[in-house]
């Protein structure tokens, strides 16, 4: 089956924009942004200026194209109640564990970054950059998410051994990944079962030193998780 064209193409293309840079690791120029939407430089031209107008994105000196300062205050608005109280969590937990803990929420078919802290005092850490997103069916919480949902609820239909993941981490309360997101990261999820109204989501943490216990992390997750539920009255 083939999905219907945009009823705006300008917008839809717009918002690819932001996506691209969304996922790139570095600034992109506008040639690269062109080539990615497969557009002529001057149309791609075009759509920028238009989201710099509104502080969407940024260029730097050398011309390299990121997103804009607006955006992070954009992103402050997405499911505010739920951010609110869970930041001062992810930071406690990050600190607490010297490791990266973030927020992850299901969005269609894919798992999206809603917060991330990074550790204060950690000689090094995995950065997971709010907006970052993947496939539902990798990482630690898509699996911790999918785990509190019922089969008929699930965006897609899991392999056999990613269902025994699943059933794994619904049994236990927690999930794990390996090298599935990025290379050399490991991840223990919760899942954050939160009132109707409220997407499926997890809290995370991420960290690529020697293998650990995963079930101190997945504890020290859990009572992140419970205070963020009371504090939300879920």
């Known amino acids: 089956m083939t999905s219907s064209p945009p009823a705006s193409q300008t917008l839809s293309r717009g918002i690819r924009i932001l996506e691209i840079l969304a996922d790139a690791p570095q600034p ?9 939407l497969d557009l002529h430089r001057s149309v791609a031209y075009r759509l920028l200026r238009t989201l710099e107008d509104h502080r969407l994105i940024s260029r730097d000196s050398a011309g390299g194209v990121t997103l804009g300062a607006r955006m992070a205050a954009l992103a402050t608005g997405v499911a505010r109640d739920l951010q609110a109280e869970a930041l001062p969590e992810l930071t406690a937990v990050a600190n ?10 299901l969005d269609g078919d894919e798992c999206i970054t809603l917060a ?9 850490s995995v950065a997971q ?8 069916t990798v990482g630690a919480p898509s699996k911790a998410i999918l785990s509190a949902l019922s089969d008929a609820q699930w965006p897609v239909q899991p392999d056999a051994a990613l269902r025994d993941e699943i059933a ?3 049994a236990r309360g927690w999930a794990t990944s390996h090298d599935e ?6 991840a223990v999820a919760v899942p954050l079962r939160l009132r109707e109204g409220h997407r499926p989501a997890a809290i995370a943490v991420v960290h690529v ?3 650990a216990d995963p079930a101190p992390l997945a504890a020290r997750l859990e009572r992140s ?3 963020i539920r009371d504090a939300l009255g879920s």
Not at 29 to 34: G, L, P, S
Not at 181 to 186: D, E, F, K, L
């Open 96 to 105: 607490d564990l010297g490791m990266t803990c973030f927020l992850a929420v």
């Open 225 to 227: 998780a419970a205070a």
């Open 129 to 136: 950059r709010p907006g970052s997103r993947h496939a539902i």
């Open 116 to 124: 991330s802290i990074e550790p204060r005092h950690a000689l090094a």
């Open 209 to 211: 030193a020697a293998p």
């Open 28 to 36: 992109l120029t506008i040639d690269e942004i062109a080539r990615r």
């Open 181 to 186: 997101v990025i290379p050399t990261v490991q």
């Open 168 to 170: 794994d981490a619904a």
